[in-house]
């Protein structure tokens, strides 16, 4: 009998093909990368005839599969299985853009499992449904991606593992912009989603394409209250309440960036520049016992992102 599993590893890759397992699995997520969710459906439906109380047929219908990948933010390459472009420009530090597209790749995930034996799956068609950048004081910057995928490929052979080896970004090198940079702030979150769908067709119970609707920008930010003009007064759109401006304005931009402030060579940034931010929530809970934090929610409208470091091409 084998051993319980207790190793595991992921890798991923560009597909050229949709559904087609990439030949380059060498890439991977970020450092302290795990698997929070794996989920496969074969959305089995009972059916039920005269006669009996009891299911006459099992019917498995349509594949699904679904992957949440955590991570510590580090590298910046999966921005471009979210975002859908990636450019570069200079060498030491690079500068890569990763920008929006009405397109974004699939990828193919390896997810091997190690017992006495071997468990190797290769998830295919992968896209990117919904990314989720969150730090908090004293914490590491994190990510979450829930991704979508229509196929597997299961093998019994070993694969290559490897090392992350960037460094991780934590919350003391994060800051906030929105109009001005904002102080005290306790956590930051943002949220992108691609709204990703499976497309299915006769003949088949796999999905033959991913397509990804509309985009949606999202933001929460929690800081220490100072005075109402850093969030409330946004939320008015005015200094006197709401009634002294019925329609309030986009507040430009929202900037979260990550950095290491060094120079040259040894500088890592990651920058995201969202734009027509605009403020949907503002709350303002208060305690005797406690710090007063003030939560606000923001929407946007679009992104760009901009990585510096050291690596001349894009993996």
């Given at each position: 009998m084998a051993n319980p599993a207790v190793i595991s590893f992921v890798n991923f890759g560009w597909e050229t093909e949709f559904g087609t397992v990439s030949t380059e699995l060498d890439k991977v997520f970020g450092q302290g990368t795990r698997i929070s969710t794996l989920q496969r459906r074969n959305n089995v439906e009972s059916v039920?005839?005269?006669?009996?109380?009891?299911?006459?047929?099992?019917?498995?219908?349509?594949?699904?599969?679904?992957?949440?990948?955590?991570f510590a933010?580090?590298?910046?390459?999966?921005?471009?299985?979210?975002?859908?472009?990636?450019?570069?420009?200079?060498?030491?530090?690079?500068?890569y853009t990763f920008a929006e597209s009405n397109t974004i790749p699939s990828i193919s995930i390896e997810n091997n499992i190690t017992t006495d034996t071997v468990s190797k799956a290769h998830l295919l068609g992968a896209k990117v449904n919904v990314c989720n950048i969150s730090a908090s004081v004293n914490e590491i910057a994190r990510v979450r991606l829930d991704l979508v995928y229509s196929?597997?490929?299961?093998?019994?052979?070993?694969?290559?593992?490897?090392?992350?080896?960037?460094?991780?970004?934590?919350?003391?090198?994060?800051?906030?912009?929105?109009?001005?940079?904002?102080?005290?702030?306790?956590?930051?979150?943002?949220?992108?989603?691609?709204?990703?769908?499976?497309?299915?067709?006769?003949?088949?119970?796999?999905?033959?394409?991913?397509?990804?609707?509309?985009?949606?920008?999202?933001?929460?930010?929690?800081?220490?209250?100072?005075?109402?003009?850093?969030?409330?007064?946004?939320?008015?759109?005015?200094?006197?309440?709401?009634?002294?401006?019925?329609?309030?304005?986009?507040q430009g931009s929202l900037v979260l960036t990550f950095t290491n402030s060094l120079t040259q060579a040894?500088?890592?940034?990651?920058?995201?520049?969202?734009?027509?931010?605009?403020?949907?929530?503002?709350?303002?809970?208060?305690?005797?016992?406690?710090?007063?934090?003030?939560?606000?929610?923001?929407k946007m409208r679009s992104l760009s992102v901009k990585a510096e470091n050291a690596t001349e091409t894009s993996p």
């Open positions: 039920y005839g005269l006669g009996s109380r009891n299911a006459t047929k099992l019917v498995p219908k349509n594949f699904q599969g679904l992957a949440t990948v955590e933010l580090s590298n910046p390459w999966f921005f471009r299985a979210v975002m859908g472009t990636v450019s570069s420009t200079g060498t030491a530090p690079a500068t196929d597997e490929a299961f093998t019994t052979s070993v694969g290559t593992y490897v090392a992350p080896s960037f460094e991780v970004f934590t919350f003391s090198h994060g800051s906030l912009d929105l109009g001005s940079t904002l102080a005290e702030v306790q956590s930051a979150e943002v949220t992108i989603t691609n709204n990703a769908q499976m497309v299915f067709g006769a003949g088949s119970r796999l999905g033959s394409q991913c397509v990804v609707k509309n985009r949606e920008y999202s933001a929460r930010v929690s800081a220490a209250f100072e005075d109402a003009t850093k969030g409330l007064h946004l939320l008015y759109g005015a200094s006197g309440g709401p009634l002294t401006n019925t329609t309030p304005a986009e040894n500088k890592r940034a990651i920058t995201m520049t969202f734009t027509g931010a605009h403020l949907d929530e503002h709350n303002l809970p208060q305690d005797p016992t406690a710090l007063i934090i003030e939560d606000l929610a923001l």
